[in-house]
């Protein structure tokens, strides 16, 4: 029967279980509380992958995700991605933070540096053991990748679970996005850094002049276009972004990021771009998230990944808490409230997992590495609703409190 079946059928099996189980799980399980779809998604995939199903089955893994199912999840995959990460770099408000700037800069400047430092540190103890630097890793990348990881704020995911926890349009939730967004920047600034390849360079500056020199005439023709005739533009901005980006050897996802930070929101009708954001994660998305738990390994020993896991987030969680506790000292927060700001900025997933699948991608890390770097993603994302909604509770004029 197997060999009967064609690659269409195989792929479509394989569809079947992306978008059937999770949501399974999820619906009946009853989850959201502890782990939002799209986490259960990235768990499923982490199952479905070659440590667990493929060892245990590894017949039925080999049929079902062969190189050419893989090949054809991956390509929508990718796509998926490029949208979603473009459309946080149109959501990007730098006005909002500019009108509060102190704020803003000490917030998300200790917020990303005491993790990026606790990480750092916790990668040089890692790099001590055999298996887990990549192979086209220098020592610093490999350290300051897995420090970033260990720092970084998954903005869109951000967004959902302060929706959930309904202080989205709350101030202490648009204070948050500010300091996130400011994060955000700073991610991809430095794995831009991280990718930068001397025998490229060349072609790396001159995509950057390029890119400047091309963009003020987009922006010119953006401006003078229809906002129905905007949507294709910025599809075609995409692409073109990530395939530039990715020729000079920068990764087709900080030319979608780029893409999107030089537009402005006010350009699209927010619902629709809302919409769009919404449909990518439903339709998209999960492929996405499961193909990245596809990508786990556990050759180095699952016990030896779960350690690092660990001390992983360990680094995270305390390096946000004790970043937003330092900033809430200088610019004295009431009770409770850097407590509150330190775990939400910790949520980490879809960014995350972006910035580490690129690191992968790039032979940063290995897949041990990338695997201990995702289950610390995904215990790090289930702590946040978790801990923070009875802190809301306990300190609710918070939520009331102005920016």
Known sequence: MHSAMGTTEIFLIAMLVIFTLPYLIWRIGKTDYWAPL????????????????????????????????MGALNGIAWWAVMIFVMIAGIELDLKKAWEH???????????????????????????????????????WQFVLGVGMACAVTALPILILLMEKLEILREPIGQRVLRYASLDDIAVWGVLALILLDWERVGRQLGFILLFGVVTFG????????????????????LAACGLAADWAGLHFM????????????????????????????????????????????????????????????????SGKLVGT????????????EASIIGWLLQTKALIMIIFVNILLDKGIVTNETFTALLLMAIASTMLTVPVVY??????????????
Not at 42 to 61: F, N, Q
Not at 272 to 293: A, E, I, N
Not at 394 to 399: E, F, H, K, P, Q
């Open 38 to 69: 799209v986490v259960v998604q990235i768990i499923t995939g982490v199952l479905l992958g070659p440590g667990i199903l493929g060892r245990a089955y590894p017949d039925y893994y080999a049929f079902v995700f062969n190189p050419q199912v």
């Open 101 to 139: 700037r102190r704020e803003s800069t000490i917030t998300a400047t200790l917020a990303l540096g005491v993790p990026l430092l606790f990480g750092c540190v916790a990668a040089f103890g890692i790099l001590g053991y055999a298996g887990w630097k990549g192979a086209n890793a220098h020592s």
């Open 218 to 237: 987009y922006r010119r023709l953006m401006v003078w276009l229809e906002e129905r005739d905007r949507w294709f533009a910025a599809l075609v901005w």
């Open 254 to 317: 900080v030319g979608a990021f780029l893409a999107g930070a030089v537009m402005d929101a006010h350009w699209f009708d927010q619902k629709k771009l809302d919409l769009l954001r919404q449909h990518v994660l439903l339709t998209m998305m999960p492929v996405y998230f499961l193909s990245t738990g596809l990508r786990t390994n556990w050759a180095v020993g699952g016990t030896a990944v779960f350690v690092a896991a660990a001390v992983l987030l360990v680094a995270s969680v």
């Open 325 to 336: 506790h330092l900033a809430g000292r200088i610019l004295g927060w009431g009770k409770g």
């Open 390 to 403: 009875p802190k809301l509770q306990r300190v609710a004029a918070l939520v009331f409190k102005s920016s």
